[in-house]
């Protein structure tokens, strides 16, 4: 990397750090982009060479957290490199679960994504604040619904060569997908909330057996898709 880019690219990483602390300590309504500048001793005209706005800064914050989640999935996957785009990630993990038993990547992912939970304890708090912003700000809005998107569709994956093989019993994948991400999620956002109330380390062998039997249960996802 070029020493002018790697400069760049350091700037707007420091910038976007300290702005993660400060929608963990304040909220996202109430971080000023003084706030951000402070923290890292840098100027607010230099701040704004690298980010037009708060807006453009904190969307940063969300954008990083997105790209650190596609790194952790190919490690998940144990793919060598990071595809170019999503199409060829899907490729990549469609051809790695076919090698994999469905039974125990679900297993391994519900660990995996405790394990990440608990070694970045800010990233609940402040995907909570963004949850907050998606129906207000669009463009918060549309990497939530991207985030959610990717995650239905590689449980998905998961939960068709699970049928395939006849290990689960689904009526519809991308249904069940839906509901067993959804559940996830919830159960994330209540350890966010209060972590005495749900430890989702302490519980991530009731976990996986609640979303096991689901998967094996006849039918599943039918009688939710026909209502």
Known sequence: MAPKKELHEKR???????????????????????????EI?????????????????????????????????CAFFDLMEEP???EALYRAIEETIRHRAPEDLLRTGIRAIVHYVR???????????????????????????????????????????GVRVGVFQVADPSTTARILVSSGIGVFIG???????????????????????????PGAGKAAQDR
């Open 119 to 161: 070694k970045n304890q800010d990233i609940a708090p402040v995907f909570l604040e963004f949850l907050s912003q998606a129906n207000r700000n669009p463009s918060i809005g549309a990497l939530i619904n991207y985030m959610n998107r990717r995650s239905y569709e590689i449980t998905e994956m998961i939960i068709r060569e």
């Open 84 to 86: 170019e785009d999503d």
């Open 12 to 38: 707007r990483e420091q910038l976007a750090r300290a702005a993660m602390h400060f929608i963990v300590r304040k909220g996202y309504d109430h971080v000023t982009l003084g706030d951000v500048c402070g």
């Open 191 to 217: 350890h966010a909330l209060d972590e005495g109330f749900f430890n989702i380390e302490e519980k991530t062998g009731e976990m996986f057996d609640f979303a096991l039997a689901y998967l094996k249960a």
């Open 41 to 73: 001793h840098m100027s607010r005209s230099i701040a704004n060479y690298y980010f037009k706005n708060k807006e453009e800064l904190l969307v940063s914050v969300l954008e990083r957290m997105i790209s650190g989640s596609t790194g952790s999935i």
